[in-house]
């Protein structure tokens, strides 16, 4: 499916597959960092058919998932140069959330 979507987009957007890895590489390169983290942890990771086993381990793996994920996209940011793209539009709408967020008026116990 992935190969079939990226057909459709270099070719309605008219890219070359150079310039759609260029783009997509950082997010490909995450996505295999985290697969190598989830998949490592599986191994340490309690086994066991408790419904509390099976949640702690699939809590684990989606939180180490989501730090490997974030991880490796920054890394990848940060050695091609902080380029615009998603990643710092992510970052600004973050950004704006916190500020937002910090405007708030805090609501006293009374």
Not at 42 to 66: C, E, F, K, N, Y
Request: hydrophobic share 60%.
């Amino acid at each position: 499916m992935f190969a079939i979507n990226g057909f459709q987009i270099r070719h309605a957007l008219k890219l070359s597959v150079t310039d759609q890895w260029r783009i997509c590489y950082r997010p490909v390169l995450a996505s295999v960092v985290m697969f190598l983290a989830v998949s490592a942890a599986q191994s340490i990771l309690p086994v066991g058919g408790a419904i509390a086993t099976v949640t702690v381990r699939l809590l684990m793996s989606i939180a180490i998932g989501a730090f490997a994920y974030l991880i490796a996209l920054w890394a990848a940011w940060f050695a091609a140069g902080f380029p615009d793209g998603a990643e710092r539009h992510a970052l600004r709408t973050f950004q704006a959330v916190v500020a937002r967020l910090r405007r708030l008026p805090t609501q006293r116990a009374t």
